[in-house]
Structures are given as structure tokens and as C-alpha cells.
């Protein structure tokens, strides 16, 4: 999986010392997956939910579709975030999924007219999550939450639990970066 594309279909062959590895072709799911997939999807292994989500290369949004274990997409929409973005892993509890809308921004026509690199980060805007309902049938649904400017590659984990007062809360472990 790359994360500008659809995920690849692969074919592995064992021979006696080896391996014959072949490209099979785009993997959608029998048409089901219309969007690139970053490579960290994710599987709830309570119930062998399929996560799949990746950001745009063109505009504002991200898209998410998620696979009950059977490989029937059961939900999926596209959520609109600040601007064009970098967005690399996503984590999961066993009800949400967290969506982060991090400014780490996609600008391939500045980096071509001032080089550089594609991606720029912008420490003056803040650092968003976007927590939704995995099964929520409508964008709306994401409800954001704004934390001081950092970037996270990858996350460690997440899960639901409730803190000392009684009010239910996500925690979420990543390497964040300045
Ligand atoms: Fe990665």
C-alpha cells in the first residue's frame, strides 16, 4: 500500500529458496473502494472491521470507507478538513474513528514555482482531530477538537474510557512533533 493510490493486489509464489512476488492489480474490493488508501489502515480484531482512509491529493477532504469482515463496505463518506494535507495514519478505538487534520499542507504547484519540498508544515495553525461514530451516516457527524500545533506520523493506540469525574473520554498515544 502507498498512500497516493489504491491499495496492489500481490501474488506470492514460495519457491524452494525463494519468493516470486507479482503484481496482481489495484485492489477495490469488487468496485466497493474508490479512493487511495494510506498504508495504515487499520483491523479491529474484536470484530474483523476492514478501516481504510486516505487524503487527497487535490482538495480538502479525506475519504473513509470501512469493510464489515466479510469485505461488504458498511459505511464510508468524505470529511472536509482545513486545506489540502498530509495526513498519514488514523486511529480507531472500537466505536470512532479519529480523523487528524494536521497542517503538514500539500502545495505541488508552490514547491515547483519556489522548490522545495511538497509538503510544508505551518506552525501557526492549530492541530485538529475529527471524532466520529464509525457508523455514521453523515459528515456532520464529526465533531473537532483543537490542540496545540504538533504532527504525528504514527499513532500508537486508542481507546474509550472514563476519566476521574465520570465523563467519557478518548485517550490516544502518537509521536507528536513540534
Ligand atoms: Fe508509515
New binding site residues.
Given amino acids: 500500500m502507498v498512500e497516493s493510490s489504491l491499495p496492489y493486489h500481490i501474488k506470492i509464489d514460495q519457491k524452494e529458496n525463494s519468493f516470486d512476488i507479482k503484481s496482481i492489480g489495484h485492489e477495490t474490493f469488487g468496485g466497493q473502494l474508490t479512493h487511495n488508501v ?3 489502515p487499520k483491523v479491529n480484531h474484536k470484530t474483523g472491521e476492514f478501516y481504510t482512509f486516505g487524503y487527497s491529493m487535490e482538495g480538502a477532504w479525506l475519504s473513509y470507507t470501512l469493510f464489515n469482515k466479510d469485505r461488504k463496505a458498511i459505511n464510508g463518506c468524505n470529511i472536509d478538513i482545513t486545506s489540502a494535507r498530509m495526513i ?2 488514523f486511529p480507531i478505538t472500537d466505536n470512532y474513528c479519529i480523523f487528524p487534520d494536521l497542517p503538514l499542507e500539500f502545495d505541488p504547484k508552490k514547491a515547483m514555482k519556489e522548490g522545495g519540498f511538497v509538503f510544508k508544515f505551518d506552525a501557526k495553525q492549530p492541530s485538529r482531530y475529527g471524532i466520529m461514530k464509525k457508523l455514521a451516516q453523515q459528515k456532520s457527524a464529526v465533531q473537532w477538537f483543537e490542540m496545540p500545533t504538533h504532527f504525528v ?2 499513532y500508537v493506540n486508542a481507546w474509550e474510557e472514563k476519566n476521574a469525574e465520570g465523563q467519557d473520554i478518548i485517550v490516544l498515544y502518537g509521536c507528536a512533533q513540534e
Fill in positions: 494510506s498504508a495504515h498519514h495514519d506520523f504514527h
